[in-house]
DNA sequence: ACAAGAAATTAGGTGGCCCTAAATATGAAG
DNA sequence: CTTCATATTTAGGGCCACCTAATTTCTTGT
């Protein structure tokens, strides 16, 4: 199953590989060091040399002073983390009693310690799901992810109506503040207002004071359109 | 919480820590620089450097070629990670539907990387049990545990009757091939034959042949001796 | 076309934990 | 009391993944 020779997967080895792939290497997009480096918290050289190792084991490939690409070895290797993370996430919300602001770092402790037939099990008591509960798509266990249509909240016209589909789970704080304001994965809304130049974005969501959204966090808010205040 | 200086808490210093408490440090007991490199694995001059570790960073007392004696710091840091395994082996077992014989690696690479806040989580979903899978006590949060006055199935007299009480996690086989002839934790028998001279032991459990068991195995399964066939 | 600034890499070093080989301490038997 | 086997420690290295400082490469504006 784990195809080339000398293996390495140790848990920096996984954090490097999830890392990139969602910087930008689901893409297929090459990655930079620094945009690494600042994802991990770690000082750009120790990238540097981490990258020689990795690329050595065969997961990406670097062209140095431009960027890595990720092989398929090495997507593979990151689609599991991810896959992991996110039935993690949901298995700890759904049974543990977890809110969507505290999941995230437990389960990226657990990704990597728990075993594939650990995953396989919560998967199935909570009925495979498709999404976690910040409404990201989890990769099958072949490693297949569905592709997103979203559109950031922050490109909604004016008076268009909208649904909340996906939100980072990397920031607790913005999490525990959305909820406050009655936006969660599902959650209708209608664009009020909004300033111009990247100004706040004001939203009505059913039976709330209208709520002003910076700029910043309405673009990380994937959405998808909707005509009409009901039905999806 | 974590009293004592510079903390170094790494998964080596808990699975040290959590060795010599299983390996008699539990009562206080010195505990021997080989006996250590056994449980673990490793070579006797890696456990040496490390102990000079721990005893710096308080978590022991080393006397050079005497042995070491947990502190009550490292005392803690054990029985927090005992506590850690047996809830995680009793809430796989419950939840997840692992078997006795396949919990203890999963448990074991766990117990590293999961929270105190999990692991409570997991205790009250259960109803806080007292005893793991295997009949093994389960700490307190506070480092409390229950002592066992069991007896070794060896022990038992000829036409004895016992209940099977404990059971060491630690060899799938063993346990694999207990729940095969019909023992499992709570399991009656009685004490039909013994070879002398740790010969093998004779049992029988009701609706079952008689079985014999090796003296090894005998030695290392705890028991409650019954007067009668019946009742607890 | 070039100089300045930004980004990446190399150089050199640290700590944790492991190893083998060699030296040394302990303790049991003669 | 000495000797010998066994247990332990010291000596000397290695690997991984991190760090800071110095250097090299790339890019972009003039």
Not at 142 to 149: D, H, R, T, Y
Request: glycine content about 10%; charged content about 25%; overall charge negative.
């Amino acid at each position: 199953m784990n195809a080339v020779g000398s293996r390495l997967l140790t848990r920096s080895t996984e954090d490097y590989l999830k890392a990139i792939y969602s910087l930008g290497g689901d893409a297929g997009l090459p990655v930079q060091t620094a945009a690494i480096a600042d994802a991990l918290g770690v000082a750009a050289p120790s990238v540097s040399g981490m990258l020689r190792r990795l690329a050595e084991a065969g997961f990406l490939e670097h062209i140095p002073y431009r960027g890595v690409r990720l092989t398929d070895d090495g997507r593979r290797v990151a689609l599991r983390m991810v896959r992991r993370h996110r039935i993690l996430e949901s298995y700890l919300t759904s049974k543990l009693g977890y809110d969507w602001d505290s999941v995230h770092d437990e389960a990226e402790r657990m990704e990597h310690a728990v075993s594939d037939d650990l995953i396989e099990r919560m998967a199935q008591v909570l009925g495979s799901p498709s999404y976690d509960p910040h409404g990201a798509p989890i990769p099958t266990p072949a490693g297949e992810v569905e592709e997103l249509k979203h559109v950031p909240l922050a490109e909604l016209g004016v008076g268009q109506w909208g649904e909340l589909r996906m939100v980072s789970d990397k920031d607790p704080e913005r999490l525990r503040f959305l909820k406050s304001v009655g936006l969660e994965v599902g959650t209708r809304f209608q664009v009020i207002e909004r300033q111009p130049f990247n100004g706040p974005v004001t939203i009505r969501v059913a039976g709330r004071q209208p709520q002003p959204l910076g700029n910043e966090l309405a673009r990380s808010l994937g959405c998808a359109a909707r005509e009409t205040e009901g039905a999806a």
